[in-house]
């Protein structure tokens, strides 16, 4: 069968681990040449199950959009073109509302949010010279509901929504999708720091009753940048195990 990445120049941020490793190595086990972007290199157990090539690791901080000019760049004097965008970099700095500092409203929103404006505006350039593209945005379930202790956060992933949408109708008529995915709970590092108790409570909201894996969320946004979706724009698809129902 054919493989549904094959050949494809694919960049994907905050790729040094957790849901963008999984895509990376996802990509690449379907053809894709996968450039990874994250202030750290991927550690080696991240280095990317039997990938048919190697990832190329782009040092950038998604925040500043010169670092991202300069990635984008330097992978267009590469390889002349960018097929797939996957803007998934994202922290969390949680807090009640009224003791959030305005510094981790500002990180939050510039590290999850002005990153995947910055990004696509910095490929959407080749992408209509290409008359092809496909950018996806990860946003999450609390994009669509809200969080308490995470405005800052819900805030940033409601926003990825608008700038999906609104940038789906921009480039439709000249081949280029744009969609987004909203996981739920997943085991990264991100989860990890989650209390015990806290997420038993969690795990009680899900109907599939039990976290998400990592390589799920890869399947989902292989999918939707791959030909299988290729009448699908402007979504935004749940990778929730039933949580947002
Ligand atoms: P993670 O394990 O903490 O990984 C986050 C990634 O983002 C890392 O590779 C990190 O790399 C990168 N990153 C952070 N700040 C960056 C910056 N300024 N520049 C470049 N890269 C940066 O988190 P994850 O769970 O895989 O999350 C991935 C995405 O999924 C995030 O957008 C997150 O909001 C979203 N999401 C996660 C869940 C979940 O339950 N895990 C649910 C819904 C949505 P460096 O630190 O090396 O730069």
């Known amino acids: ?132 593209g496909c950018i996806l945005n990860v946003s999450s379930i609390v994009g669509l509901k809200g969080n308490s202790g995470q405005a800052n956060y819900s805030a940033s992933k409601a926003g990825l929504i608008g700038l999906t949408k609104s940038i789906a109708r921009e480039v439709a008529s000249r081949g280029i999708r744009v969609n987004a995915i909203a996981p739920g709970f997943i085991d990264t590092s991100m989860t990890a720091k989650i209390p015990e108790e806290f997420r038993e409570r969690l795990m009680a909201t899900i109907p599939l009753g039990r976290a998400g894996k990592a390589e799920e969320v890869a399947n989902v946004a292989l999918f939707l940048c791959s030909p299988l979706a290729s009448f699908i724009t402007g979504v935004v698809l749940p990778v929730d195990g039933g949580m947002g129902m």
């Open 1 to 132: 069968m054919e493989l549904l990445l094959k050949d494809k120049i694919c960049v994907v941020t905050g790729a040094s681990r957790g849901i963008g490793a999984a895509i990376v190595a996802r990509f690449a086990s379907e053809g894709a040449k996968v450039y990874a972007l994250s202030r750290t290199e991927p550690a080696e157990t991240e280095k990317f199950a039997a990938p048919l090539q190697q990832p190329v690791w782009i040092a950038c901080d998604v925040s500043d959009e010169s670092s991202i000019d300069g990635a984008v760049n330097e992978i267009l004097a590469r390889d002349e073109r960018i097929d797939v965008l996957v803007n998934n970099a994202g922290i969390t700095r949680d807090g009640l509302l009224m003791r959030m500092k305005t510094d981790d409203w500002n990180a939050v929103l510039s590290t999850n949010l002005s990153s995947a404006f910055f990004a696509s505006r910095s490929v959407i350039r080749a992408m209509l010279r290409q008359k092809e």
